[in-house]
């Protein structure tokens, strides 16, 4: 059982360019989000998808896209990458969002560097 | 702004001291969740918290979640080396919709 796969592991983008972090689980779970990162400020999220087909924004969205076609993939988009956006990203899933067990499980990261 | 705040952000201790950290939100939480990163590694989710003043214990680690919903805090006993990592609570705040958010963690590290 693979759990949450994050790829890649490792990326380093120039000013501008674009790309899509992937990010697929197995679990079968409804609940799928990305954060972020970074020294002294915990985990941030940015978006998060509820189930196939609905997306929201967390706490810090801008820059970033995501999509929900299938209940297994939630990659996340960088439009215009910029150095601020120099972090470690991780993706989890959770079986539900609300009452009951929640517990998130979470994909290894991707540490992406924008010079 | 972040609404799940967490202290202290770092402690050093020497082996065998106990830890504590704690976890306050501004807004009653459904449900309390502590997690554990290792250097270099992912969250692992430890435990799930749900109802008030509720207490677990797991080995030498104790969770409490506070009577309003609002706080909670993780004990560790006599810590050892391999208890080194950041400790994370997560909760959904009750205006925050599905958004389960984090706390800023806090550090640990253990001088043998």
């Known amino acids: 059982n693979a759990g949450v796969t994050q790829t890649p592991k490792f990326q380093v983008l120039k000013t501008g360019q674009s790309m899509t972090l992937q990010c697929a689980q197995d679990m079968n779970h409804e609940y799928m989000s990305w954060y972020r990162q970074d020294p002294g400020m915990g985990l941030r999220l940015i978006h998060y998808?509820?189930?196939?087909?609905i997306t929201d924004q967390g706490e810090v969205p801008n820059g970033y896209n995501v999509s929900r076609s299938t209940t297994e993939d939630f990659p996340l988009r960088l439009l215009s990458a910029a150095p601020s956006q120099t972090s470690v990203y991780f993706c989890?899933?959770?079986?539900?969002w609300g009452i009951g067990n929640t517990e998130a499980f979470f994909g290894q990261g991707t540490r992406l560097t924008v010079v | 702004g972040q609404q799940v705040m967490q202290i202290p952000q770092y402690q050093h201790v020497q082996e065998g001291e106990d830890f504590t950290t704690y976890c306050n939100s501004s807004?009653?939480?459904?449900?309390i969740q502590w997690y554990k990163q290792r250097p270099g590694g992912h969250p692992v989710f430890l435990i799930q918290l749900v109802k008030s003043g509720e207490v677990k214990k797991q080995k030498r680690l104790t969770f409490q979640f506070g009577e309003a919903k609002k706080n909670s805090s993780l004990h560790i006993t006599a810590t050892q080396t391999t208890d080194v990592g950041t400790y994370f609570c997560?909760?959904?705040?009750?205006?925050?919709?599905?958004?389960?958010?984090f706390g800023g963690g806090t550090r640990l590290m253990v001088k043998p």
């Open positions: 997560a909760g959904r705040p009750g205006n925050a919709g599905n958004m389960l958010t």
């Open positions: 807004t009653t939480l459904s449900n």
């Open positions: 998808s509820v189930g196939a087909g």
């Open positions: 989890a899933s959770s079986y539900t």
